[in-house]
Structures are given as C-alpha cells and as structure tokens.
C-alpha cells in the first residue's frame, strides 16, 4: 500500500510539475501578446503619421520633416551617426516620395 501510494504521489509530482509549466508558458504568451499589442496603440498614438513599406508591409516607419525622401537620402547623419536612409530597412524599397508609402496599419513589422 506504501509502495502504490509512492508511486502515485510521485506521478502527481510530475503531472503537476507539467502543468505548472504548461500554465507560465500559457502566461509568458498572453503577456507578450498584450505587451505587442500594447506597443502598437503607443505607436499609433505617438505617430498618427506612421506609414509601412508598399512593397512589404514593414512598419511602422516614421516620416519626419520632409515629402522628398531624396533630398536627405544617403546624407552623413549630424554627430557622425552613419547615414540617413529613407529605404526600407526590411527590403530596401525607396522612392522620393512620401505619399507612395502606405499608412500603418498597426502591426508590428
């Protein structure tokens, strides 16, 4: 009787220990869905002009200042921080003009 009562404790150890697991990866998911999600309302609120990629859908991509994405394009950034690109940064796609972006959809790409 010892021996059965061991072992089935034992299982319960071990399905419980499953479940628990099973129960903080279940959380972790739904946090990090709610973290995205709350990322996204930010951004929209602190864009409202945020536009994506035509060609990939990469967004949010900030706009910021000028509609003629060639005139700055490839300039040394001030401070010496690289370049300033107004590409793509998934597919590199560019074109002068700010109106051929699309608005942002909201979803973090």
């Given at each position: ?29 739904a946090r990090t869905a709610q973290d995205a999600a709350a990322t996204a309302e930010f ?67």
């Amino acid at each position: 009787e010892q021996r059965l009562f061991t072992q089935l404790q034992q299982r319960f150890q071990v399905d419980l220990a499953s479940a628990k697991a099973e129960f903080e990866r279940a959380g972790t998911v739904a946090r990090t869905a709610q973290d995205a999600a709350a990322t996204a309302e930010f951004m929209r609120r602190q864009y409202p002009n945020a536009v994506q990629c035509p060609r990939c859908s990469a967004g949010p991509v900030i706009p910021e200042n000028c509609y003629d994405l060639q005139a700055h394009h490839g300039e040394h950034a001030q401070g010496g921080r690289g370049r300033i690109s107004n590409a793509c940064p998934a597919c590199q796609f560019f074109s002068r003009e700010r109106g051929d972006w699309v608005r942002w959809n909201g979803q973090m790409r």
